[in-house]
């Protein structure tokens, strides 16, 4: 292809294949003759997914024509089925059909059932080959003619298709984390544009691949979906065996919650795979249709430092598929971080701060009853908190003296009246002492701290977690630091254990 600039300049685009391997270049020539080339590469295409990444808050067609509903003789409802973000991420089919008038009535008719629980219903589609096409007419609303009824229903969770034998498995990925350091991926539409946005994997009998959009590189598009307080699917990955083998869908589903769990930890809020679809080589057969809990995207103080984060996270997910293949972990692992997502999204400061200490109570019961077995379970019970996590906190050999620059905690840390033949607390004694005030308020004592003091506390005890964390699963890399006093990206450190042989981990 050439595109003239002017008599004798040109810019010429050009495709090759070198023993298997795809050539991209765009040469320029000026108008002395000289040339020079602007842009080579070898990237592969960015991953692909059935389903539209679409824009902020977009909501999805999944379907479009004629559906019923599970249990319902007719099926006959005309509509489309969306997958919608807001206000949280769900599935609806909405649609209308024409009834007669004891069907009418009874669509009508109070329902006495004192049942705690109402059931959501499964949509039902024409059965095919491949999924239905994603694209269609919209549906435009209820006509409201004569005898019609309308329905728009929040589904329950949906399989589509056949889910055996799969070559692979792709799915959406919302809200998701900017990083500088993936590899190169480019527009399968046009090839001349790329970016770093690749993390791939091989680990655990599976290759993993997780793209992220070329939008996420645009500080204004990030900007944009802070600001929105909402939802988009920033990445796009994709799960297929390494040893080329097939699947069944179920095969996938500890994967991907394992996947679920560090993508949630590396973000610090609830992040979740939608839409998962499987292929047989390049066609779509299977999806399922639902919505899972997704956070709205906002930034909250993390481990993963956008220099690194690729890396990070993808030593992380390495670190979950061998500590987390066990259930029982995968367990811990989960509780443990849904205190950490807890504090850091939905609390006030003082509850951000007893959060993480049960979340750290959790993990210190599993490394010293459970892994260790240094104590029995009434050996630990009869430990105070602050000591059940010091043990486990020395264990991963974290420094548990406060930092200078939290100077509203070291104001709360010198109101706390002084014990017999005890030192000066250190943060995770003063954080402690400030939770044991919520945990366990009198009048004779009231806390009153400053907000601040709340939240260098909550600083301390979600770092400590966080920390715990990862020495539970037992990863070895580097971390961004919340109560470093280099708040500058880039700025990281190995995690304390890395540098301390023979202390915890799994």
Same mark, same amino acid.
């Given at each position: 292809?050439?595109?003239?600039?002017?008599?004798?300049?040109?810019?010429?685009?050009? !495709?090759?294949?070198?023993?298997?391997?795809?050539?991209?270049?765009?040469?320029?020539? #000026?108008?002395?003759? /000289?040339?020079?080339?602007?842009?080579?590469?070898?990237?592969?295409?960015?991953?692909?997914?059935?389903?539209? @990444?679409?824009?902020?808050?977009?909501?999805?067609?999944?379907? #479009?024509?004629?559906?019923?509903?599970? *249990?319902?003789?007719?099926?006959?409802?005309?509509?489309?089925?969306?997958?919608?973000?807001?206000?949280?991420?769900?599935?609806?089919?909405?649609?209308?059909? /024409?009834?007669?008038?004891?069907?009418?009535?009874?669509?009508?008719?109070?329902?006495?059932?004192?049942?705690?629980?109402?059931?959501?219903?499964?949509?039902?589609?024409?059965?095919?080959? &491949?999924?239905?096409?994603?694209?269609?007419?919209?549906?435009?609303?209820?006509?409201?003619?004569?005898?019609?009824? %309308?329905?728009?229903?929040?589904?329950?969770? $949906?399989?589509?298709?056949?889910?055996?034998?799969?070559?692979?498995? $792709?799915?959406?990925?919302?809200? *998701?984390?900017?990083?500088?350091?993936?590899?190169?991926?480019?527009?399968?539409?046009?090839?001349?544009?790329?970016?770093?946005?690749?993390?791939?994997?091989?680990?655990?009998?599976?290759?993993?691949?997780?793209?992220?959009?070329?939008?996420?590189?645009?500080?204004?598009?990030?900007?944009?979906?802070?600001?929105?307080?909402?939802?988009?699917?920033?990445?796009?990955?994709?799960?297929?065996?390494?040893?080329?083998?097939?699947?069944?869908?179920?095969? /996938?589903?500890?994967?991907?919650?394992?996947?679920?769990?560090?993508?949630?930890?590396?973000? *610090?809020?609830?992040?979740?795979?939608?839409?998962?679809? *499987?292929?047989?080589?390049?066609?779509?057969?299977?999806?399922?249709?639902?919505?899972?809990?997704?956070?709205?995207?906002?930034?909250?103080?993390?481990?993963?430092?956008?220099?690194? @984060?690729?890396?990070?996270?993808?030593?992380?997910?390495?670190?979950?598929?061998?500590?987390?293949?066990?259930?029982?972990?995968?367990?811990?692992?989960?509780? @443990?971080?849904?205190?950490?997502?807890?504090?850091?999204?939905?609390?006030?400061?003082?509850?951000?701060?007893? !959060?993480?200490?049960?979340?750290?109570?959790?993990?210190?019961?599993?490394?010293?009853?459970?892994?260790?077995?240094?104590?029995?379970?009434?050996?630990?019970?009869?430990?105070? $908190?602050?000591?059940?996590?010091?043990?486990?906190?020395?264990?991963?050999?974290?420094?548990?003296?406060?930092?200078?620059?939290?100077?509203?905690?070291?104001?709360?840390?010198? #109101?706390?009246?002084?014990?017999?033949?005890?030192?000066?607390?250190?943060?995770?004694?003063?954080?402690?002492?400030?939770?044991?005030?919520?945990?366990?308020? &009198?009048?004779?004592?009231?806390?009153?701290? #400053?907000?601040?003091?709340? %939240?260098? @506390?909550?600083?301390?005890?979600?770092? %400590?977690?966080?920390?715990?964390?990862?020495?539970?699963?037992?990863?070895?890399?580097?971390?961004?630091?919340?109560?470093?006093?280099?708040?500058?990206?880039?700025?990281? &450190?190995?995690?304390?254990?890395?540098?301390?042989?023979?202390?915890?981990?799994?």
């Amino acid at each position: 292809m050439s595109d003239a600039k002017d008599a004798s300049a040109s810019i010429v685009d050009e !495709v090759e294949y070198i023993d298997g391997k795809r050539l991209v270049k765009r040469t320029f020539t #000026s108008k002395t003759g /000289a040339s020079h080339v602007l842009v080579e590469h070898a990237s592969p295409d960015a991953t692909r997914h059935y389903y539209s @990444a679409a824009g902020l808050n977009t909501p999805i067609i999944l379907y #479009s024509g004629n559906f019923g509903f599970d *249990g319902d003789a007719n099926a006959d409802w005309t509509g489309d089925v969306q997958f919608r973000w807001l206000p949280h991420p769900r599935v609806v089919a909405q649609g209308e059909r /024409a009834q007669d008038a004891k069907e009418l009535l009874k669509s009508t008719q109070y329902d006495s059932s004192d049942a705690v629980w109402v059931d959501m219903p499964k949509v039902v589609v024409p059965a095919s080959s &491949t999924l239905p096409p994603s694209s269609g007419d919209v549906y435009p609303g209820w006509s409201r003619s004569s005898g019609s009824s %309308y329905v728009d229903e929040n589904l329950q969770p $949906t399989e589509v298709g056949d889910g055996s034998a799969l070559d692979r498995i $792709t799915f959406l990925l919302p809200n *998701g984390w900017f990083s500088s350091d993936g590899s190169w991926i480019c527009d399968p539409d046009n090839l001349w544009h790329r970016w770093r946005g690749r993390l791939s994997l091989s680990h655990g009998g599976w290759d993993i691949v997780v793209d992220a959009r070329s939008d996420m590189s645009n500080p204004d598009f990030r900007k944009a979906l802070k600001e929105s307080g909402g939802y988009c699917a920033t990445h796009i990955g994709e799960v297929s065996r390494t040893s080329g083998e097939k699947f069944d869908a179920v095969e /996938a589903e500890d994967l991907l919650e394992i996947l679920r769990l560090a993508f949630t930890f590396a973000c *610090g809020r609830t992040v979740n795979p939608v839409l998962p679809v *499987g292929w047989k080589q390049d066609q779509a057969v299977w999806a399922l249709w639902a919505g899972p809990n997704v956070d709205p995207y906002r930034t909250v103080a993390t481990w993963i430092d956008p220099v690194g @984060a690729m890396t990070q996270v993808a030593d992380v997910i390495k670190c979950m598929l061998d500590y987390c293949g066990d259930p029982f972990k995968r367990e811990i692992v989960r509780y @443990a971080i849904s205190y950490l997502t807890t504090a850091n999204f939905d609390l006030d400061a003082e509850l951000a701060v007893a !959060v993480p200490i049960s979340g750290l109570q959790l993990l210190a019961h599993h490394r010293l009853v459970e892994e260790l077995h240094t104590h029995s379970p009434a050996a630990f019970e009869r430990l105070d $908190t602050e000591p059940q996590i010091r043990l486990l906190l020395e264990d991963c050999s974290v420094d548990m003296s406060l930092p200078d620059h939290l100077g509203y905690l070291a104001v709360a840390q010198a #109101s706390i009246p002084p014990e017999p033949n005890r030192p000066l607390r250190d943060a995770l004694g003063t954080a402690v002492f400030l939770r044991n005030k919520i945990i366990h308020p &009198t009048k004779k004592n009231p806390s009153n701290w #400053s907000v601040y003091s709340w %939240y260098e @506390a909550s600083m301390v005890s979600r770092y %400590y977690l966080t920390l715990a964390i990862l020495n539970t699963i037992g990863y070895a890399g580097t971390h961004h630091s919340m109560l470093s006093k280099n708040r500058w990206v880039g700025a990281v &450190t190995l995690v304390p254990w890395a540098t301390t042989p023979g202390s915890g981990g799994a």
